[in-house]
Structures are given as structure tokens and as C-alpha cells.
């Protein structure tokens, strides 16, 4: 379906201190990754700072993983985008979500609206913040817009440069994660239209095994009543060789057109050993 080259991202979850940071950042660098990502939940590291701080001590591209764009003001938004985007000398990539979890809306004293209103709400914020830097002369970084609903994908394929696939719907009872895998992308390829071309694919990699002890505890977390063969199935869980996972994943290129793949810190070394085989 593409032979665009695989790209790769890391998210790193803890910040400590400036040397010990920029350390991991360059160790994820070296292992062959090109994007470095921050996740936005609270107790974990404030995304745009982190990222300053990578590009200083890398050449990666930088990235949220994804902000909860229901957390701010898409004029503060824009402000923050656009000097990252410019201390990051241009490396700055924007990944942005709906926010699933109430508790941490509540955490920090913000309303959690229904799934349809988080989707309305995110479109606002894009728009918003596209006009607030072309306002300012300030070109719009690469966008990344992850989810899994219709309105979700559909808001992707039409604004985003990345449509990151989280497949929450294939950790439902009884679901058949392949075919909810090429059911979201089929969707996302009819709502592209004439955009399919321009836009790249991310899948979500939450488990990556090649030594033969598999870590299922965040997969579970999202999942906790799926019984292991159900978890052991999802695309984003990714158990075995390091030969077997790239020949899969070469698979996930020419079938769906995956080529942007992104794994938690947990894995960075593991899936290190992938990434070898794909360059």
C-alpha cells in the first residue's frame, strides 16, 4: 500500500533532573528512534518545557503524546505552540486528544463533558489554533490527532497531517482486534478522500515483548476483565522475536498503511532491537 519509510517515537514518562533527562533522551536517540513524545496526564512531566529540553540535547523531533485539549485555552495553546515551535528550531510536532479520564478532569477543575462535546470541543481548539498562529505568522507544526471513534477519526482525516489510531474499541468483549483494525482504517481512508495520500498512519504500541517475559499490566489497565489471549491479540501489543514483530509490522505497512509506530519508555530498549531490522 506505501513504502513511505517507518518512522518511530518514544514516550518518556518522568522527567527528574535536567541532566538525567536529556541522558534518556539521548539514549532513545541512539537506539534509532525520530520522534520524542511527552504525554499529558497529570503527575507526569508538563509536555512543552520537556520538550525544549530534548531538542537542546538532541536532533529528535519532539512531540505530545497527546495533550488533553480539553485542559486549554486554544489561545494559550497557540502561544506555547509557537514558541516550542521556535526553541525547538521547527522539530516541534503537536499531538492532540479528547481527554478520556474523568478523574483527572476533576483533578484539575475542569468540566468533563460527554465524548461528542470533547470531539466539538477539540475540533474549536484545532481551528482556533490554527487561526492564532496565522495570526502571528507562525506556520502550523505537523498535527497528530488521536482517537478511535467516528467523530474522532473523522475530525483527523480531515484536519490532521497524523491520525494516531488508539484501537480502544478492540479491548471491548468479543471484539476481533484485527478486524477492528481494518475497520478503523478503512473509515479513516473513506474520510480522507483526496487527502489519504498526505497523511501518515500511528498505531499506539502498548506492550512490546522480544524476551520472552511479556508485560501486560498497561494494556490490562485499560482492559482489566479481557482474559491474556484477548490482550495477546491486539495490534498494539507486540510479543516475540524481534524479527517477528518487524515482519509484522512490515505487514501493518503494506495492509494498512501503518508507518509511525509509538511505544512507552518501558520498551525503549526492547523495541530498539525492532526498529534495527526496519532501518
Known amino acids: 500500500m506505501t513504502n513511505r519509510p517507518f518512522r518511530f517515537g518514544v514516550s518518556l514518562l518522568a522527567t527528574g533532573s535536567r541532566s538525567t533527562w536529556q541522558a534518556r533522551a539521548r539514549q532513545a536517540e541512539d537506539l534509532g528512534y525520530d520522534t520524542l513524545q511527552v504525554p499529558d496526564h497529570l503527575g507526569m512531566p508538563a509536555p512543552f518545557p520537556a520538550l525544549v529540553s530534548v531538542a537542546e540535547a538532541t536532533s529528535l523531533t519532539v512531540g505530545t503524546y497527546v495533550l488533553n485539549a480539553g485542559f486549554y485555552r486554544p489561545a494559550l495553546l497557540a502561544r506555547d505552540v509557537a514558541d516550542t515551535a521556535l526553541l525547538t528550531d521547527g522539530r516541534l510536532e ?60 473523522r475530525l483527523a482525516a480531515r484536519e490532521a497531517d497524523i491520525v494516531g489510531l488508539s484501537l480502544l474499541s478492540a479491548t471491548r468483549p468479543g471484539a476481533d482486534p484485527a478486524k477492528v483494525l481494518d475497520d478503523r482504517v478503512s473509515f479513516v481512508r473513506m474520510a480522507a478522500g483526496g487527502r489519504l495520500s498526505a497523511l501518515q498512519l500511528n498505531l499506539f504500541v502498548s506492550t512490546v515483548s522480544v524476551s520472552g517475559e511479556v508485560d501486560l499490566s498497561f494494556a490490562r489497565a485499560a482492559a482489566p476483565d479481557l482474559p491474556e489471549e484477548h490482550l495477546l491479540s491486539l495490534p498494539g501489543v507486540l510479543v516475540g522475536s524481534a524479527r517477528t514483530i518487524a515482519d509484522r509490522l512490515l505487514d501493518y505497512r503494506e495492509t494498512h498503511g501503518i508507518t509511525y509506530l509509538s511505544v512507552l519508555e518501558p520498551a525503549m530498549q526492547e523495541f530498539g532491537k525492532v526498529i534495527e531490522l526496519l532501518r
Open 94 to 153: 503537536v499531538g492532540l486528544g479528547t481527554g478520556a479520564i474523568a478523574a483527572e478532569f476533576e483533578a484539575a477543575g475542569v468540566p468533563f463533558p460527554s465524548g461528542g462535546a470533547r470531539v466539538e470541543g477539540l475540533a474549536r481548539t484545532v481551528a482556533e489554533m490554527k487561526q492564532a498562529l496565522a495570526a502571528v505568522g507562525v506556520p502550523v507544526p505537523p498535527l497528530l490527532l488521536a482517537g478511535d471513534g467516528d467523530r474522532m477519526l
